[in-house]
């Protein structure tokens, strides 16, 4: 493979669809982890995941006694369980283990290590309803994917942060949301959204300020949704004639509602400088939204050193 290709290796949906639907489980059992044991941090950024150089991580979380990580490991296919005062606990990710089998074996890690959590121990907006406890359906693991889900990441992740690096205002870091199986990336204007008829305790919170978001997905199957892996980007609240601005590369376009723009991998993967066409898209979707939203442009410039 050349460089470009291996740093954005195929991913078609259908491919690994039942890895993906796996691992998205997976996933969620150790963020709501997480969620229930991390000293609350505004717009649910104690949630999230990140990308590390052996796969994903929960990062240090506070228990009595010190502090802990659980961490995917996707080179050795492992779950790490690591605390402060030097123990681990492992076991083995493999084709065959069922969301139930690797629930139970997470849990029963963490007794060892003498950590509590209680979690909802059923899927938030996954591919399953089914308790995680009860779930011996989902149960595929295949490396290859898994392999190529990590290298994606990874390179998105550089992206990420150094389109991130551009800006001196506030902005979340590059994190995993394991409920939607995204990475983002948001800025913020600095100022307060009107509230949102109707919605929920999650949405409240996450758009009580003005945003522009940044993501990556790798397609889902949901209603309305990209059945394909995809960059993205939304304002929100989304300000009028949003749609209306240009964006790049060529092949980035606005979806009908003109709420979201995307750029889709495929396309990303066939040009000669992937890196800089994603960050090209990143700048025009940050230029379309500050400008419609009326966002001080100038005061989140970094000065030069």
Known sequence: MTERTSLFPEMPLDAWRPTKNTLHLYLQIVGKIRLKTHPRVNHWWHVPLYVTPRGLSTRTIPFAGGNFEIEFDFHRHQLEIRT??????????????????????????????????EIKAEPYEAPSTTPFAEDHENSSYDKEYIERFHRILVEVDDIFEEFRGRFCGKSTPVHLFWHSFDLALTRFSGRPAPPIPGANMVTREAYSHEVISFGFWFGDDKPNSVAAPAFYSYTAPKPDGLENEPLKPDSAFWTPDGGMALLMYDEVRKMDDPRAAVLEFLESTYQAGAKRADWAVENFQLRKL
């Open 84 to 117: 402060s005062d030097g123990r681990v606990e492992d076991f083995a990710l493999y084709d065959g283990l069922t969301v139930a089998d690797f629930y139970a074996s997470v849990f029963a890690n963490l007794a060892k290590l003498g950590i509590r959590a």
